[in-house]
Structure formats: structure tokens, C-alpha cells
């Protein structure tokens, strides 16, 4: 009779804390098995953390792995060792350039070894600016337009040269060579009827034996002109081609 009394109770017992965990969901807006949801929601929620984690980490990994290939690293990175190098071969080439030995063999190698108009006579190597043409010691440069003889001289002049005075038979073959196809040229020379000699512009005589002819002129105001390989006369306000000569820069 006691135990039976006993197992109502408890039954009782358990009724009574169903219906009120069943009260404290419904107050709580939700159904008895809306339990089990929350716990999977509160995972799901957990879990996002780890997730944005996870993304972050392989970003900064990311970054790390640029910058050591860009090389911003402030420890000395591949772009510090570039550097080093430039520098170690600034100071080599500052070091060798203090021989002036040295200096003189790298630019005559440079310059003169490839250069087609390098002399195959005389000792070592001479220069000409662009366009000019090399001859022994000195460079030509022949016009392509015409001109008065005072603006041919003048022209020389601002290319730090004079115009053509033939000094020797050697000199006067190459004009020959390069003039072959213009009828005549400005020569460095004037003409006056109180001159007693034949002479340059720069006060030295004409040596006529280089010359097939001399034609003086019967009157003034004439400036010489080659003409093939003789000396002739214009007036100095005709228009004809002309040579600035000037010295060759040895190396």
C-alpha cells in the first residue's frame, strides 16, 4: 500500500515539472522543442568567428609573402641587396675610371675599335663629329644647300672650323675624291687688284703648283671657288656650296 502511494507521488512530481518547463517556453515566445534549434544556432554562431579568422590570417600571410617578393621588407630584403650591387658597381667603375691609363684604353676600345672611320695610317686614333669625314688629322664637312661666300665663312665659324684652304697634294686628292660631282666650291681666298700675292685668308701664300690653273680676276669684290683643280673667281655675292675643316680630336 506505501509503495503504491509513493509511485503516484513521484508521477505527480514529474507531471508537474513538465508542464512547468512546458509554461517557461511558452512565456519565452517558443515550443518545447525549439531547445534543440538553439543549441544548433549557438554553434552555427561560434563558428562565424573561426571562419573570419581563418580568412584574416591567410591575408596577412598574403601580405607578408608580397612584400618579400617586392622587397619593402625594412630588414634588408631583395630590393637592399639590388641596391648593394649598384652601389658596389659604382665604386668599381669610379675605382677604375681614377687610372687615367686605364680610362684612355676603355674609350680608345669604345670608341675607335668600331668606328669605320678610323685611319689606317699614322698611331692611334682620331675623331670627327657626326657627319664629318676624316682625313689624316683633320675633319671635313661638306654643305648640301649653296651660299654667299661671307655666310659659307661665317658658317664655318659657328661650327668652331674655317673653310677649305688647300695646304698639299695630298689634301687636294681627297677634295678631289669628295667634291668629284659639285661644279665648284668656296675656297677661303679673296682677290683685290693691289694684292700682290695670292694668299689665304689667313695671310699664308697659295702654293699654285697644286693647282692645274690660277685664273685671277679683273676685277674686285671676287671670292676663289674650286673649280675640279683649278683656283678660279666669282663675286662674292654668288651662291655656291662650300668644305669647313677643321682639327681631328686624338685619342
Known amino acids: 500500500m506505501g509503495k503504491g502511494v ?21 512565456e519565452n515566445g517558443g515550443q518545447p522543442g525549439d531547445r ?11 563558428k ?15 601580405i607578408v609573402a608580397l612584400a618579400a617578393v617586392l622587397g619593402v621588407s625594412q630588414t634588408g630584403g631583395p630590393l637592399n641587396s639590388l641596391e648593394n650591387r649598384t652601389k658596389e658597381q659604382i665604386i668599381r667603375g669610379s675605382k677604375s675610371s681614377r687610372d687615367p691609363t686605364d680610362l684612355h684604353s676603355r674609350l680608345k676600345q669604345f670608341m675607335c675599335e668600331s668606328s669605320p672611320n678610323k685611319p689606317a695610317e699614322g698611331p692611334g686614333c682620331k675623331l670627327c663629329p657626326p657627319d664629318w669625314l676624316l682625313h689624316r688629322d683633320q675633319c671635313y664637312w661638306v654643305s648640301k644647300n649653296k651660299s654667299l661666300w661671307n655666310k659659307s665663312r661665317n658658317d664655318c665659324s659657328r661650327r668652331d672650323s ?19 660631282d659639285t661644279p665648284q ?7 683685290t687688284s693691289s694684292s700682290v700675292h695670292l694668299v689665304w685668308m689667313d695671310g699664308s701664300v697659295v702654293n699654285r703648283t697644286l693647282f692645274k690653273a690660277v685664273h685671277l680676276p ?29 682639327e681631328s680630336f686624338p685619342i
Open 162 to 180: 674655317r673653310l677649305l684652304a688647300i695646304r698639299d697634294q695630298a689634301e687636294m686628292a681627297f677634295i678631289q675624291t669628295i667634291t668629284k
Open 48 to 62: 562565424r568567428p573561426a571562419f573570419l579568422w581563418t580568412i584574416i590570417v591567410a591575408l596577412v600571410v598574403i
Open 218 to 246: 679683273k676685277e674686285n669684290n671676287n671670292c676663289g671657288v674650286l673649280k675640279a683643280d683649278e683656283i678660279s673667281f666669282e663675286n662674292c655675292s654668288a651662291v655656291s656650296k662650300w668644305i669647313c675643316v677643321k
Open 6 to 26: 509513493e509511485s503516484k507521488e513521484a508521477k505527480q512530481m514529474l507531471e508537474q515539472q513538465s508542464s512547468s518547463d512546458s509554461n517557461r517556453d511558452s
Open 36 to 46: 534543440a534549434h538553439s543549441s544548433s544556432r549557438k554553434c552555427a554562431i561560434w
Open 185 to 191: 666650291m668656296w675656297l677661303d681666298l679673296t682677290f
